[in-house]
């Protein structure tokens, strides 16, 4: 058995080195504790092509299932126009479900965190990915608004029990160098989702498929996550984030907690994720309302996933090397105004190509930074990191409630173009109030 030891070589995990033996002879196996106080993993193959696997296994694990996780919410608003063909289901009731997938996710998110703390990140993760495949599988079975409403919120609340197993599963099971690009993959599974979601839209366009037959496809992937989880070699619930020495990386005001600075980032977050949360659910409805045809629409909403899955990694994978957090969310706050000119450009723009153009630069520089700012909000509070991501992550989940359900609402009532207008003057004021909390932060 090889062991892995966080803490400063954690960076570059020594793989092949001779294993500690017991008074016997008999090597040592399970979790032994660092001199930091890091749990140290002992991954129990002797195979150099396993381990290495495993390791990067865990790097995308994050990723793939919040993938999973997200399906349900993602595939309901590019399927509307075939759910229509078996009950009513308008614009309004299209907003209310992902509202209800995100209102759930923020009001369990808290539980989650405590869960993570008892049970260990990967217990709570297969659980979920398990609940998860069985409301694609209701989902598939619904017959009403109201139904698919209510299992929306089933999945939402799944999600937002099982993210901070996931946040935390990166900063413990993650080499620190890959810290970014896990991240980047995780908030690339809403986009990944959407791609699916897409490539259901074609389905049924072209092949005549069911809008039902997609979510069966999507339970068999939340299995197969779930079965994959199983390589993996977690330490039990005495693990601690595994960063290294703050010193190496980062300035000593970096490592303060401040509670104003992380208010201010939270409420940033929220405002400019109401805004670009509505990207996915309705850019084929709202490409349709300016004339372009569904399958057209369809296949603009899979390349603007594809390029937003892309982004996101390459900025988690960047700011890996690039060790300023404060930096990441001035960036951030950069990428919020791109988002703004491409919401601000759908709601105008008359002609096929301004609305690609703002299509792709929607879904890459203004929808790149999620990420990003969970991993410098965790590395600027680093000594609250589990308060952090929680609030963190329940202002974007509370964003991702209000955006679709203001949208839904404003777009069936007055017009598409009046609610991408609406999204675009938020995310702008979530842009003043990020760049408040920045400079806040490095007082």
Not at 136 to 146: M, N
Not at 287 to 309: C, R, Y
Not at 377 to 385: E, N, S
Not at 407 to 431: K, N
């Amino acid at each position: 058995q090889n062991l892995v030891q966080p803490g400063p070589g954690w960076g570059a995990p020594r793989y092949g080195a001779a294993p500690p033996t017991t008074g016997k002879g008999e090597r040592q196996s399970g979790i032994s504790v660092a001199q930091n106080g890091s749990a140290a993993i002992v991954i129990s193959d002797d195979s150099p092509f396993l381990n290495r696997f495993r390791e990067y296994l865990a790097v995308v694990m994050p990723g793939l299932a919040a993938t999973a996780f997200a399906a349900p919410a993602f595939a309901i608003g590019p399927l509307s126009f075939a759910i229509r063909q078996d009950f009513p289901f308008s614009v309004a009731q299209v907003g209310f479900a992902f509202a209800a997938f995100y209102a759930a996710s923020a009001f369990c998110v808290g539980v989650g965190g405590w869960i993570v703390t008892r049970w260990g990140s990967l217990p709570p993760l297969r659980v979920g990915l398990i609940v998860t495949a069985v409301v694609c599988i209701f989902t598939g079975f619904t017959d009403s608004a109201l139904a698919v409403i209510c299992v929306s919120a089933l999945a939402g609340a799944v999600n937002g029990l099982v993210t901070p197993s996931a946040n935390l599963m990166v900063m413990s099971l993650v080499p620190h160098r890959f810290h970014g690009l896990s991240f980047g993959m995780k908030v690339a599974g809403a986009f990944a989702a959407a791609t699916f979601a897409a490539a259901s839209v074609w389905a049924t366009t072209t092949l005549g498929a069911s809008w039902r037959a997609p979510f069966v496809a999507f339970a068999t992937f939340a299995i197969t996550v779930c079965l994959l989880s199983f390589t993996l070699r977690v330490p039990g619930r005495s693990v601690r984030p595994t960063s290294p020495p703050a010193a190496r990386s980062f300035t000593p005001v970096q490592r303060v907690t401040p509670r104003g600075s992380l208010l201010l980032l939270v409420l940033g977050g929220l405002l400019a994720t109401i805004g670009t949360s509505v990207l996915a659910p309705f850019l084929v409805e709202g490409l349709a309302d300016h004339g372009i045809p569904l399958t057209t629409a369809g296949g603009l909403l899979a390349l603007g996933s594809w390029l937003g899955i892309a982004s996101r990694i390459l900025v988690g994978g960047l700011s890996d090397r690039w060790g300023d957090a404060t930096a990441h969310l001035r960036m951030v706050a950069v990428m919020n105004v791109f988002a703004a000119a491409s919401l601000l450009t759908l709601g105008l723009a008359t002609a096929a190509t301004p609305l690609i153009v703002a299509t792709v630069a929607g879904f890459t520089l203004g929808s790149a930074w999620p990420g990003l700012v969970q991993h410098a909000v965790i590395v600027t509070h680093r000594r609250a990191q589990a308060r952090a991501t929680s609030w963190m992550q329940g202002g974007t989940y509370s964003g991702a409630v209000v955006g679709p359900l203001l949208f839904g609402i404003v777009a069936e009532r007055v017009s598409f173009a009046s609610a991408w207008a609406m999204c675009a003057v938020i995310v702008v004021a979530g842009v003043i109030i990020l760049s408040g909390g920045v400079a806040l932060l490095r007082k």
